[in-house]
C-alpha cells in the first residue's frame, strides 16, 4: 500500500533515477496534502448543503418543510406570503406544514463556531477556550506566560531595532544634504572670495587712474608758463595802459591799473578754482544720493539678485569646467570672469532705474465707450510711427515726436484706416515701411499700405478669430497667424492662398517668429503649454514648454534663444529655446482673464495688469522692478464698470527705456524708466 500510494505521486513520465530523492520523503507525509484537500472538498460540500437556498447564505433558525427541504424561518415565512409551494420542488406549502429543524441547527452552530475559529488568531482562539471553561493547569499557565513574555520581549526589540534603522536612515540622509549644502556653500564663498578679489584690483585701478587725473588736472592748474601766457584781453589792456601813460605823461599813472589788471586776474582765478570746486562738491553730493538709492533698491530685491548672482556664477564655472585650459576667451577684463562681468551688467542695469514717468498721454477717444479698448499697438520699423487697432474697427497711425513733443490731450492721426471688423493684433514688417498686418475678430489676415491706406493682400482662411499676426524679420515676405480655429497658418504676401498649416488640438493664442530665422515660430495654445515649431517639419514640434497653468497669451523673443511667455494665470515665464529649459518665473501682476499686453527688449520685460497698472520686470530678477498705475480725473463721475479698466497693450521703443502703454479706457501713455 505505501508503494502504491507512492507511486501515485510520483508523474508516469519521470524515470525511476529522478524518483529517487522522494524516497527520502515518508509515505504519511506526502499523504497529508491529499487528505487534507479532501477534507477542504468534503468541508466545502458540507457548507453547499447547509446553505438556504433562497437567500444562498448559512441557514439562521432553521425550519423544515413537510416535503423534505430546510431553509431559514425568515426567508421561508417572506416566501409563503407571495406563493403558497416550496422553492425547491414546487409542492403545495402552507405556514402550518413548517416544523423546526433541532438537529440542523446544532450542526449549523458546530460549523459556525469551526468556521470562526479557523479564521480567529490563536490568541483568541485560547482565549476562547478559557472562556469555554477549559482546564488549564498551574504549570501550564507558567509556561504560557513565559512564552509570552519572550514573545512580547523579541517584539519590543524588533520594533526598537526598526525604529532605531529609521532614525539612523533618517540622520544619513540629513547629514548627505546638509554636507552637500556645506560643500555648496563653501564653493559659492570661493566664489565670492575671487570676485572681491578681483573687483577690489580693479578698484584700486580706477582710484588710481582718478588720482592721476586730478594730479594732471592741478599740474596744469598750476602751470606758471599757463599763467605767464596773457590772453587777449590782457594784451589789449597792457596797450590801453601804455597808450595812457604815453599820453598822460606819467609813470604813476601808468603802473596803477596794471596792478590792478594783476588783482582782477588772481581773483578772477581763485572764484574759477571756488566755482570748480563747489560744482566737484554738487556733483559729488548728487552722485552718493544716487548711489544711496541704488543700494536701497540692491536691499530691497536683495534675495532675487543673490539667486541671480549665484546662478550666473555656477553657470560660467561649470562651463569653464567642461572647457579645455587653453581656452582664454572666456577671462574678462581685469581678472573679471565671464560671470561676474554678466551680473554686474544685470546690477548695474537693474538699480538704474526705480519708476516710470509720464512723459506724454494722448486720449482714444470717448473716455466712457467700450470700444475704445486697444488691443493692439507696435512702432514701426524706425520707430518714428506708432499703430494702434482695436475693437474701434480703425486702426490709427500717430507720429510718436508729435505725440511727445506737442503738449495736446488728444492728438490726430496721420494716418486712419477703417476696417469691417474688431481688430485683436498688428504687425508692422520690419523691411518695409509702410506695410503693417492686422488680424481681426473674422478671422481675416489683411496686408496694408500705410501710404496709400489700402489694403494689399487679405487672407480668409481662418474660420474662426484670429488672435495674433506677426511678420518675419528675416523674410519680408513671410507672415503667420493664428486662430481660435486651432490653426496655424504661414503666409506669403506673394501669393493668395496659405503656404503652410498647422493643426493643433487647442485655440491658438499667439504667433511669433524668431527673430534670427524665418523657419523657427514660437505658438501659445489655450492648452497651457508654448509650441515650438520649425516650419520645415511641422509634423511635430521642437519642444513643447510646460509650466503656466491657464492660456498663454502672449509670447515673445527677447533674442533668439529668449522667449517670454504671459499666461492668464499671472505669470510671466522666461525660456532658453536652444536649450529647451526653463529660465524664470515672473509674478506681481494680476491676470486672469483679459490680454493685458507683453513687450520685451534685450533687458526689459514689461506687461499690462488687470489692475490697470503697467509693470516693468528686468530678466535676471523674479520680481517687478517698478510699476506705473493708470488714474483718471473722470473716474469720480463715470459708473460702476470703471473699476473694471485694465491695461490691454504695451511696447517698447526698441532697446531703449521708453515704453507705450494703453489701456481699456482708451488712454495712451508714453512713459519712461527714471532712476
Not at 137 to 147: A, Y
Not at 412 to 438: D, G, H, R, Y
Not at 644 to 673: E, H, M, R
Request: some cysteine; charged content about 25%.
Amino acid at each position: 500500500m505505501e508503494e502504491g500510494s507512492t507511486g501515485a505521486i510520483v508523474p508516469a513520465v519521470m524515470k525511476p533515477a529522478e524518483a529517487k530523492p522522494l524516497a527520502v520523503v515518508p509515505p504519511q507525509e506526502t499523504a497529508e496534502p491529499i487528505a487534507s484537500e479532501s477534507v477542504d472538498l468534503a468541508a466545502a460540500e458540507l457548507d453547499r448543503d447547509l446553505m438556504c437556498p433562497i437567500c444562498m447564505q448559512l441557514i439562521k433558525d432553521a425550519f423544515l418543510t413537510a416535503c423534505g427541504h430546510s431553509f431559514c424561518y425568515m426567508c421561508i415565512i417572506t416566501h409563503l406570503r407571495n406563493k403558497n409551494d416550496c422553492p425547491c420542488c414546487g409542492r403545495r406549502l402552507t405556514n402550518n406544514q413548517l416544523f423546526p429543524n433541532i438537529l440542523l441547527d446544532k450542526i449549523l452552530k458546530k460549523a459556525s463556531a469551526k468556521q470562526i475559529s479557523k479564521s480567529a488568531s490563536p490568541a483568541e482562539q485560547f482565549r476562547r477556550a478559557l472562556q469555554q471553561g477549559c482546564e488549564v493547569s498551574v504549570k501550564e499557565v507558567d509556561v504560557l506566560m513565559s512564552l509570552l513574555t519572550e514573545k512580547k520581549r523579541k517584539m519590543e526589540q524588533d520594533e526598537a531595532e526598526r525604529n532605531m534603522q529609521i532614525l539612523l536612515d533618517f540622520l544619513h540622509c540629513i547629514r548627505k544634504q546638509k554636507v552637500d549644502e556645506l560643500n555648496e556653500l563653501q564653493t559659492d564663498l570661493h566664489y565670492i572670495k575671487e570676485d572681491i578679489s578681483a573687483v577690489e584690483r580693479h578698484r584700486m585701478e580706477l582710484l588710481h587712474a582718478r588720482d592721476r587725473y586730478t594730479v594732471k588736472l592741478c599740474m596744469l592748474g598750476d602751470d606758471p608758463t599757463t599763467k605767464s601766457q596773457p590772453s587777449s584781453v590782457d594784451k589789449d589792456s597792457a596797450g590801453f595802459s601804455s597808450g595812457s601813460r604815453s599820453s598822460l605823461g606819467g609813470l604813476a599813472t601808468g603802473s596803477f591799473p596794471n596792478k590792478v589788471d594783476r588783482k582782477a586776474q588772481v581773483s578772477s582765478h581763485g572764484s574759477q578754482r571756488r566755482d570748480a570746486i563747489t560744482g566737484w562738491d554738487s556733483q559729488h553730493i548728487s552722485q552718493s544720493g544716487l548711489a544711496v538709492m541704488r543700494k536701497k533698491r540692491i536691499h530691497a530685491q536683495f534675495n532675487d539678485l543673490q539667486e541671480c548672482y549665484l546662478q550666473k556664477r555656477r553657470q560660467f564655472a561649470n562651463h569653464m569646467h567642461r572647457q579645455d585650459e587653453r581656452n582664454t576667451n572666456l577671462i574678462r577684463k581685469e581678472g573679471y570672469n565671464a560671470g561676474l562681468a554678466d551680473f554686474q551688467s544685470v546690477l548695474s542695469i537693474f538699480t538704474q532705474y526705480s519708476r516710470l514717468r509720464v512723459i506724454a498721454e494722448l486720449r482714444y477717444g470717448d473716455p466712457f465707450h467700450s470700444a475704445n479698448i486697444v488691443s493692439s499697438i507696435e512702432f514701426d520699423r524706425d520707430d518714428e510711427l506708432f499703430a494702434t487697432a482695436g475693437v474701434s474697427r480703425r486702426i490709427r497711425v500717430f507720429d510718436f515726436s508729435s505725440v511727445v513733443n506737442e503738449p495736446a490731450d488728444v492728438h490726430c492721426p496721420v494716418v486712419e484706416m477703417s476696417t469691417l471688423s474688431k481688430l485683436s493684433c498688428l504687425s508692422w514688417n520690419k523691411f518695409t515701411k509702410n506695410q503693417i498686418a492686422s488680424s481681426d475678430y473674422e478671422g481675416i489676415v489683411t496686408v496694408w499700405d500705410v501710404t496709400t491706406r489700402q489694403s494689399v493682400m487679405e487672407y480668409e482662411e481662418h474660420e474662426k478669430r484670429a488672435w495674433s499676426v506677426d511678420f518675419s524679420r528675416t523674410e519680408p515676405s513671410m507672415l503667420v497667424s493664428g486662430s481660435d480655429d486651432c490653426k496655424v497658418k504661414v503666409w506669403c504676401t506673394k501669393q493668395e492662398a496659405s503656404v503652410l498649416n498647422i493643426d493643433m488640438k487647442a485655440n491658438i493664442c499667439c504667433v511669433k517668429y524668431n527673430p534670427g530665422s524665418s523657419y523657427y515660430v514660437a505658438v501659445g495654445s489655450a492648452d497651457h503649454h508654448i509650441h515650438y515649431y520649425d516650419l520645415r517639419n511641422v509634423s511635430q514640434p521642437v519642444h513643447v514648454f510646460g509650466g503656466h497653468r491657464k492660456a498663454v497669451s502672449y509670447v515673445k523673443f527677447l533674442s533668439t534663444n529668449e522667449l517670454a511667455s504671459a499666461s492668464t494665470d499671472s505669470t510671466l515665464r522666461l525660456w532658453d529655446v536652444k536649450e529647451s529649459l526653463p529660465v524664470r518665473t515672473f509674478r506681481g501682476h494680476t491676470n486672469e482673464k483679459n490680454f493685458v499686453g507683453l513687450t520685451v527688449n534685450s533687458e526689459y520685460i514689461a506687461c499690462g495688469s488687470e489692475s490697470n497698472e503697467v509693470f516693468v520686470y528686468h530678466k535676471g530678477i523674479s520680481k517687478p522692478v517698478t510699476c506705473h498705475k493708470f488714474g483718471s480725473a473722470d473716474l469720480e463721475y463715470a459708473d460702476e464698470e470703471t473699476a473694471s479698466y485694465f491695461i490691454s497693450a504695451v511696447c517698447w521703443k526698441s532697446d531703449t527705456p521708453t515704453l507705450l502703454t494703453a489701456n481699456s479706457q482708451g488712454t495712451i501713455k508714453v512713459l519712461v524708466l527714471a532712476a
